[in-house]
């Protein structure tokens, strides 16, 4: 009961965790971080104002513009949310796992992480959108899934010990997974620096067409790709591995895997010819955070064996 | 098993919805950026005078895209954080040949065509800013019916704002030229314009 409570909890503050990575890519992809020129409060008010008059007259009004006002502040209160999600978890973990060393750490640190990145935010907004800032934020959020995950597979393991007492460990395949899971983050940081020059290149050069932008690139969006079709080979391993495995989640998520590559190399294969549509970029975003948590739940649910 | 398809259709669902939304939300936050530029009023006709002694009138603002500031060459505190910002965009903006700037001396008595000459030598890098000067009346009178920004006790009390002007002499909006929040909205603006045609 009390496990199944923290693993309801945990589900719930990773689901809010990816929606709001979605939310904080369709921020960044519209360009409504300066939504809010201040912060926590939008235009000095809790809630955002709905027309000019409503501004208060030390802010300069010139950025009002209401619908990316509330874009943004869809972003701070859906992080909010999320907060609040997480100190239940944690409520719930100080209260009945102090001696569960998993479920309690990984709770404490989803609540730093969540509060680190809440701060970030506001450092990001007072930068004007630096875009290393804005990649930073985004590598907190995937961290914070992380561990979230961490959280879900680890309380889920403990409801369902039975489940998971027979499934014969393999060492090269936790391996590969590790090796997976770090070269999937190498990938997203290749990722979003391809993002942050194309920014930064754009700033400068206000007029370049966004082909030109990626043509003005330094060389390492090659790495991207050439990156991207090694992890297929990777993920077509892995999926072949777990086909008969005999839980049924695992094989779903070696499916899941190989399956989140394909679309992410053809969403990023998109974006170079069709210049960067924004609801591609979104996804391509978003589905590489899904990859970074759905690796971590299926290598704690086959490494179950040689922990004993 | 059955339960799980379930979850599956309602998760392939639930990301159809988001993406629906995502489209929705680009799209209104791309309208909004044309409609956060409304006309706000016609620029009058005036007359004043470049550097090098051209005439600049109202009819020099058609078909260009306009940056405007008020400044003072013995001005220590804003102007030259205005000028270097108006610089920054010239330079941003150099390959456009629709983009062009004007900065009005409020202190026409010491400002002579020579002063603003070096003035402009030493922010503009590109012959698309003008440095214009006139009578001080009728600096005040542009500034507050032309432009409806305050000039009282001059030449220090000029406004700190740019003013981006579109090709048909109309006023879209006004930027706290000292702000770099500001400058980054004026040059998306600019953007916006430029692709508006």
Known sequence: MKKQLFFQSAVVSTILSYLLIFVGGLVRVSGSGMGCPDWPRCFGRWIPPTNVEQIPSYIDPTAFNIVLAWIEYGNRSLGVLVGFSIIVLNIIAIYYFRKEAKLFISAILSLILVLANGALGAIVVSSVLNPFLVSLHMILALMLVSVLSYACIESYKLIHVEKFKNLEGNKTLSNSLILFWILIFVEILLGTGIRTNLELVSIENPLLSKGELLNALDSYKYFHSFLGFTLLFLSIYIYAKLKNNSLYIVKFLGIFILGMIIVQIFLGEMMVFFELPQLTRLFHTWGSSWLVGVIIILYNCISNEQSK | ?197
């Open chain 2, 1 to 197: 098993m059955s339960n799980l398809n379930k979850k599956l259709i309602i998760a392939f669902f639930s990301v159809f919805i988001l993406g629906i939304i995502g489209l929705f939300t680009i799209d209104q936050a791309t309208q909004s950026r044309i409609n956060n530029l409304p006309l706000i009023t016609e620029i009058p006709a005036f007359q004043l005078e470049n550097f090098d002694g051209k005439s600049f009138t109202e009819e020099n603002l058609d078909n260009q895209i306009t940056v405007a500031s008020f400044i003072f060459t013995q001005c220590e505190g804003a102007c030259p954080i205005m000028s270097t910002n108006m610089g920054l965009l010239q330079k941003r903006f150099a390959e456009s040949d629709e983009l062009q700037f004007i900065s009005i001396t409020t202190d026409p008595d010491y400002d002579s065509a020579d002063v603003l000459k070096e003035f402009s030598n030493k922010y503009s890098n590109k012959n698309n800013w003008f440095f214009l000067r006139g009578s001080i009346d009728n600096v005040v009178e542009l500034s507050q019916d032309g432009f409806f920004l305050s000039a009282s006790l001059l030449p220090l009390g000029h406004s700190t704002r740019l003013i981006l002007i579109d090709k048909e002499r109309n006023i879209r909006k006004y930027y706290e030229g000292t702000v770099d929040a500001n400058i980054v909205e004026l040059q998306n603006d600019i953007v916006t314009l430029i692709k508006q045609g």
